[in-house]
């Protein structure tokens, strides 16, 4: 089965804390894997891909296909950062994706 | 540069009513998607078009219809609505293929008594 999981409904660090973001997924063949934010009151939008293994505001991930995970991390938190993001997967040669449950990430001053 | 539209923002509906959820967007995108989304669940696909004129189920098809009307509008319908859908629908559009980001709209929020 193609499944998308985020244990932690929130994660809440202080200013300067690393942050790490979980996510495992489910899937036999050659993952395409996301992750989204969305602010407050803003859209939900793109924040990486792995297929690009790039740094978008400080953030990163690695696809680990060994253990099936995409986590996503930042070694200092700011209270900018503070959001919900959704772990996403595209299964085969399609558009379409299955998200994760999602991760709320509250950033304290 | 608007994007993905949808209209309404806001809806309330009783149980049994109909209701057409509007979507457009002005990116020239072949593809779709209608999404809804609920607490601890994430988003999940209901419906999808990979191009113009064609139409397929997601994961949470029941209950809900959709009509690709042009490339630009991707339309949802619930023919009789029951509070279970109470949620909130997200339309996104992107470039049908790998690795391709979906571009999301506002959301409508809607509740069914």
């Known amino acids: 089965a193609q499944r998308v999981t985020q244990p932690e409904k929130l994660l809440s660090v202080f200013k300067g804390a690393p942050v790490e973001l979980k996510c495992n997924y489910s899937y036999s063949g050659s993952p395409e894997l996301f992750w989204y934010v969305q602010y407050s009151r803003q859209r939900l939008q793109l924040l990486l891909r792995?297929?690009s293994r790039e740094s978008i505001k400080g953030f990163t991930a690695d696809l680990n296909k060994g253990e099936t995970s995409f986590h996503l991390k930042k070694p200092f938190a700011q209270e900018e950062d503070s959001a919900m993001y959704y772990c996403a997967l595209g299964p085969g040669n399609t558009g379409k994706l299955i998200f994760g449950q999602g991760t709320t990430l509250q950033v304290k001053p | 540069n608007a994007g993905v539209t949808q209209t309404p923002k806001f809806q309330v509906l009783k149980t049994g009513q109909s209701m057409t959820l509007q979507c457009a967007q002005d990116?020239?995108?072949?593809?779709m998607y209608w999404y809804r989304q609920d607490p601890g669940m994430g988003l999940r696909l209901i419906y999808y078009?990979?191009?113009?004129?064609?139409?397929d189920k997601g994961e949470v098809p029941n209950g809900y219809n959709v009509s690709r009307l042009n490339k630009r509008e991707f339309s949802l319908r619930l023919e009789s609505a029951a509070p279970s859908q109470t949620s909130v629908y997200f339309c996104?559009?992107?470039?049908?293929?790998?690795?391709?980001?979906?571009?999301f709209g506002d959301g409508t929020r809607l509740s069914i008594l």
């Open positions: 990116m020239n995108h072949n593809s």
């Open positions: 996104a559009s992107s470039e049908w293929g790998v690795n391709q980001p979906q571009h």
């Open positions: 792995h297929i």
């Open positions: 078009s990979a191009s113009e004129g064609t139409t």
